[in-house]
């Protein structure tokens, strides 16, 4: 695609940003220009969400000048951005739960002064929506709707602003297959209204799908441009300085059945049956994956098996003992981890040090606690081993895990669970906002794990990620398993269509 | 421009905070002007009635006492997210519970004083158990809850002074028998009344509880994050219960501490509304018991000021106001440390990094 050359709509230049312990921009300069989509790609904490906030005033640089269309323009708030036509979707959303999609939109925003004039407003907010293709009901309640629907929330707010650069932060990490479709049919139409678009993503096919453009940043520095031609390889090796080795995967001989689910109901938060008639069994040194776009009951199942959910019916056994009485903590006590898919709200406690979070699962015995008595030398000591061991980049122990750049946090998380190698890990995306690097050390960590005898249940949205470590390869579809294949006997477009539920049976 | 900050830290956070009540002074004195009244002599009658004798001393330390014990429950169960505003209740709880001991028992001395303490921090946890339970098993909001109590509390000690534990002697006026003489707090320094040892030794439990414990990190991490308590397993509906009622329990010795160490019988108004006052403590405090007990002294210097103005025609209420502009300004203070905070350790990365270069 050829473009005629044109002034950019934004130009950053010497950006400095310097977070306590860190320097999370030390001198970037980056031209946005009108009707590209430019990609954004770096390894975790390379710096590239903080970019982003410094061009959508939620952050003000310590050094560097923003220039629009040639004029120096300094960002006090998202606001000002706002008016110049920077408009920001961030990872984590920030709506108004009660209120509904056309007050969220409008929430905020100058032109109603005092009476919202609501008809008229989601009149234009479902034109908008149907424009890019962006399906969502202005009237419905943000409660209600799905992290899908909620992005799109955030998307329509942003284009009923008129935003003419318009920034998402990973939009892709919490989206099905589907929705990622949809989402870039919208981005090309934005894009072709001669508005650019910024785009972050560590998934590189994606990157290369939707890109015009691509620049990599690396420890807080612009390290390099690309085509989207480039390929994934050199992509990946653009952004840490080296090849990055895949993992090989080996099967080993299945082990002893070591979890064991027989026709497992379980409840969802909202009422019904999430996982219906679930029959599974794991075996020891075996990888299960879980294939299935969000929200058919993985979620469920995964909480029923670790304690967290009471199932409505069906057995459950570990190690040939019956589990469905015992408590979240004697079925951790047994050798069952879990690695839930909110990181920093179940997982992690996001106001507390990585020495807290390290201990979070054995806070109350030895060594951590003796008697009533909490060892902080102890925690400390634990918190360095997961630190190092699972090479967690943290300016101290002592810094809030909120802080910490999402691969980091997984990192913490990840190694607090397998330390003690478990019997059977449950793991929910665990790859989820993490860089290359971090993806495959994490693909390496779990093809360890399962060497060492653990049995893991993997439930992932990446057919690549399944394909890549697991040893069979499950299906959920409304909440039933729907097929069950050995890794080396099946294709991807059999599971996709399994995953649809159209299976041919 | 690197470079090691001119002060040092803590000098930097007394400063912030000392800034935050001189500016609640402050404040109050355009109050005090506007309606009047010389702000420069109220000021200095204050701070004479408060702390301008052995005497006033003494009273403030005093009315530190139930302030200190109150403010600590409180923060107790706002670290675990547990919205207790019924300390006024369980205090007047606690009194009535080692009331009905000492004017209904005649015990000796060394039998009696557990049992008043006893009984008065049983008597705080059990009226914020009731909430406590309301809240794990029938999902009644605490707030609400704790705050209703306050009232029923305080009726039935009118319902108390009023009945049979009615002073003959006193006609109608609302108060109750004396109590004996074994049930009289015995005093350390003037009037201050062992009720102090027992708050401080509270501040020191509950620091150690909260930091040195594997009960505390449990508290701090359900007060933190609901959902992560949950995964780690911890039992969140036993840990309201228990900590409702030691929130309620140190409520409760307050209240010990008023009728047997201070007015030795009790009586309509025993509290001017120290449980409320906590609130302010404890969130002025940030929740910290040592912090507690300071605020406890300050906050308790301001209410003995206001008292004494109030010869001098100044409305006793501008101590209130102050204790508000107070906790306004303290809160909006944090957000100044937070950016001295930051950029102190902005500082030291940057030397930091000149140094690695
Ligand atoms: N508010 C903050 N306080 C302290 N440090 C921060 C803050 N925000 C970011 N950082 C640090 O700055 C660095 C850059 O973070 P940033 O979030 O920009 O990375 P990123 O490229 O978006 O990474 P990821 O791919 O993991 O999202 C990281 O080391 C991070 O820990
Ligand atoms: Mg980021």
Redesign the pocket.
């Given at each position: 695609m050829s473009r005629t050359v044109s002034d950019p709509l934004v130009r950053l230049q010497g950006i400095v940003k310097t977070?306590?312990g860190?320097v999370?921009n030390a001198g970037i300069d980056l031209a946005i220009f009108p009707g590209e989509v430019l990609a954004l790609l770096?390894?975790?904490?390379?710096?590239?969400?903080?970019?982003m906030s410094i061009l959508a005033g939620l952050y003000r640089p310590d050094e560097g000048t923003i220039l629009f269309g040639g004029e120096r323009v300094e960002l006090r708030s998202p606001r000002d951005a706002i008016h110049r036509g920077v408009g920001m979707v961030h990872?984590h959303f920030r709506l108004v739960d009660s209120l509904t999609v056309a007050e969220n939109i409008l929430l905020g925003w100058r032109e109603p002064r005092f009476l919202l004039d609501l008809r008229s407003s989601a009149a234009h907010v479902r034109r908008l929506a149907d424009q890019y293709g962006l399906e969502v009901d202005p009237a419905a309640r943000i409660w209600q709707l799905s992290v899908g629907e909620r992005q799109r929330v955030e998307i329509l707010k942003m284009l009923y602003r008129n935003a003419r650069v318009l920034i998402l932060d990973?939009p892709t990490a919490i989206l099905t297959p589907q929705e990622v479709e949809q989402l870039f049919r919208a981005v090309r139409r934005i894009r072709n209204e001669e508005r650019a678009v910024l785009f972050i993503s560590?998934k590189l096919d994606e990157v290369r799908a939707i890109a015009d453009r691509i620049v990599v940043?690396r420890a807080g520095r612009v390290v390099g441009q690309s085509s989207p031609q480039a390929s994934p390889r050199d992509l990946a090796q653009m952004m840490v300085g080296h090849d990055i080795p895949v993992a090989p995967k080996r099967h080993l001989p299945p082990g002893a059945p070591v979890l064991e689910a027989r026709g497992l109901d379980v409840h969802g938060d909202r009422g019904p049956l999430a996982v219906r008639g679930v029959s599974l069994q794991l075996r020891r040194g075996e990888i299960l994956g879980i294939a299935g776009v969000a929200g058919n009951g993985q979620r469920e199942l995964l909480e029923a098996i670790a304690g967290l959910r009471f199932p409505a019916g069906g057995s459950l056994s570990f190690n040939a003992t019956d589990i469905a009485s015992l408590t979240v903590r004697d079925r951790w006590v047994r050798g069952l981890a879990y690695i839930p898919e909110d990181r920093l709200g179940q997982g992690l406690v996001g106001a507390f040090t990585v020495t807290e979070n390290a201990v979070l699962r054995d806070y109350d015995r030895p060594p951590i606690s003796r008697g009533a008595i909490f060892n902080w030398t102890a925690a400390r000591e634990k918190a360095e081993t997961i630190v190092n061991a699972f090479h967690v980049?943290s300016a101290s122990l002592q810094v809030s895990v909120r802080?910490?750049?999402?691969?980091?946090q997984q990192r913490l998380l990840f190694g607090r669970e397998v330390l003690t190698a478990p019997v059977v890990l449950l793991a929910m995306h665990p790859t989820r906002?993490l860089?290359v690097e971090a993806t495959t050390t994490v693909h390496r960590l779990l093809i360890d794990l399962s060497a060492a005898g653990t049995a893991i249940l993997l439930v992932s949205e990446s057919l690549d990620e399944l394909l890549a470590v697991s040893d069979r390869i499950a299906v959920m579809h409304r909440g039933r398993i729907v097929g069950v294949h050995p890794t080396t006997e099946v294709s991807r477009a059999e599971i996709g269509l399994l995953m649809t539920g159209s299976a041919p049976s | 421009m690197a470079g090691a900050a001119p002060f040092p830290e803590w000098l930097e956070v007394v400063a912030i905070r000392g800034g935050a009540g001189m500016a609640a002074l402050a404040v109050g004195a355009i109050f005090l002007a506007a309606t009047g009244h010389d702000p420069w002599r109220a000021y200095r009658e204050m701070m004479i009635g408060a702390l301008g004798s052995p005497f006033a001393i003494e009273q403030t330390i005093i009315k530190a006492i139930p302030l200190m014990l109150t403010g600590l429950g409180v923060a107790l169960a706002f670290t675990m997210g547990l919205w207790n505003i019924g300390a006024e209740g369980q205090l007047v709880a606690g009194a009535l519970a080692a009331s009905w001991l000492a004017l209904t028992a005649s015990l000796p001395t060394l039998v009696m004083l557990p049992g008043l303490i006893l009984l008065g921090a049983a008597g705080g946890a059990a009226w914020a158990f009731i909430p406590a339970v309301l809240k794990t098993f029938v999902g009644v909001n605490e707030i609400i809850s704790t705050l209703m109590l306050n009232y029923i509390a305080l009726l039935w000690v009118d319902y108390m002074v009023f009945g049979s534990w009615a002073d003959p002697t006193a006609f109608s006026f609302p108060y109750s028998r004396p109590f004996p003489p074994q049930a009289h707090f015995p005093v350390l320094l003037g009037d201050i009344h062992i009720g102090l040892v027992l708050a401080l030794i509270a501040a020191l439990l509950l620091a150690g509880l909260l930091q040195r414990t594997h009960w505390g990190y449990e508290i701090r991490t359900i007060g933190a994050s609901l959902p992560a308590a949950r995964y780690a397993g911890m039992r969140v509906r036993r840990n309201v219960l228990l900590v409702m009622a030691a929130s309620g329990a140190l409520a409760g010795l307050a209240g010990v501490g008023e009728v047997s160490g201070v007015i030795h019988r009790i009586q309509q108004g025993i509290s001017p509304g120290y449980g409320f006052t906590a609130i302010i403590v404890a969130w002025v405090a940030r929740l910290n018991p040592w912090a507690v007990i300071l605020v406890a002294v300050l906050f308790a210097a301001l209410l003995n000021g206001g008292f004494v103005i109030q010869t001098a025609g100044v409305p006793a209420a501008i101590a209130y106001m102050i204790q508000a502009l107070v906790l306004f300004l303290v809160l909006a203070s944090e957000h100044l440390l937070r950016r001295v905070r930051r950029r102190r350790a902005l500082s030291q990365t940057r030397a930091a990094l000149q140094v690695g270069r």
């Open positions: 977070f306590p860190v999370a770096g390894e975790n904490g390379a710096g590239k969400s903080t970019l990872q990973e560590h940043l980049h802080h910490l750049s999402g691969g980091n906002g860089d | -």
